[in-house]
T-cell receptor
Framework: DAGVIQSPRHEVTEMGQEVTLRCKPI?????LFWYRQTMMRGLELLIY????????DSGMPEDRFSAKMPNASFSTLKIQPSEPRDSAVYFC??????????????FGEGSWLTVV | DAKTTQPPSMDCAEGRAANLPCNHSTISGNEYVYWYRQIHSQGPQYIIH???NNETNEMASLIITEDRKSSTLILPHATLRDTAVYYC??????????FGTGTSLTVIP
């Protein structure tokens, strides 16, 4: 079975440009997560969707960041305008139903973003 | 909310068992303990999880103390490919899966 698929794997962009990261969760999973990882802050949860609805976006750093999940098989994380401090690895993850019942989440390989 | 404490780094000789400890003294009765690892440049990889009983799978064993305030992840025969950062996570409310700083395990030839 295919895992969580993210694109692009690597992106270098200039400050001020719009960046769109894409994620395809594992088929059948109904929860989707976006994480950001930096050396300084480690792995941070940005936003969590359940059944395509954003449940908690308290981790989204600021208004420049937005995330959507138009259907069960696709999500985007957009940064507009991008800044150098947004340089990080962005991970998408998915799971089936609630984690409280002992299910687990599976991560994609990440999108490496560099803003110059 | 339960938090976890792990040593920042550990070494283990290749072929020997790696025992990675985790303290979670404020864990609630219905919170699971999860272990993930992250090899450089890759996404976090699920290893194992448990609630009360010890668990074993093809990758590792998880030993949870009777009071559930601590646990140990055991890699029975560590290989060089097990060099990674290992995260112990106690599931907080809802589905908010938070990672701490983890333990950087280095397997030495």
């Amino acid at each position: 079975d295919a895992g969580v698929i993210q694109s692009p794997r690597h992106e270098v962009t200039e400050m001020g440009q719009e960046v769109t990261l894409r994620c395809k969760p594992i088929s059948g999973h109904n929860s989707l997560f976006w994480y950001r990882q930096t050396m300084m802050r480690g792995l941070e949860l940005l936003i969590y969707f359940n059944n395509n609805v954003p449940i908690d976006d308290s981790g989204m750093p600021e208004d420049r960041f937005s995330a959507k999940m138009p259907n069960a098989s696709f999500s985007t994380l957009k940064i507009q305008p991008s800044e150098p401090r947004d340089s990080a690895v962005y991970f998408c993850a998915s799971s089936w139903e609630g984690l409280g019942s002992g299910n687990t989440i599976y991560f994609g390989e990440g999108s490496w973003l560099t803003v110059v | 909310d339960a938090k976890t404490t792990q040593p920042p780094s550990m070494d283990c000789a290749e072929g020997r068992a790696a025992n990675l400890p985790c303290n979670h003294s404020t864990i609630s009765g219905n919170e699971y303990v999860y272990w993930y690892r992250q090899i450089h440049s890759q996404g976090p990889q699920y290893i194992i999880h448990g609630l009360k009983n010890n668990e074993t799978n093809e990758m590792a064993s998880l030993i949870i103390t009777e009071d559930r305030k601590s646990s140990t992840l055991i890699l029975p025969h560590a290989t060089l490919r097990d060099t990674a950062v290992y995260y112990c996570i106690v599931l907080l409310t809802g589905n908010q899966f938070y990672f701490g700083t983890g333990t950087s395990l280095t397997v030495i030839p």
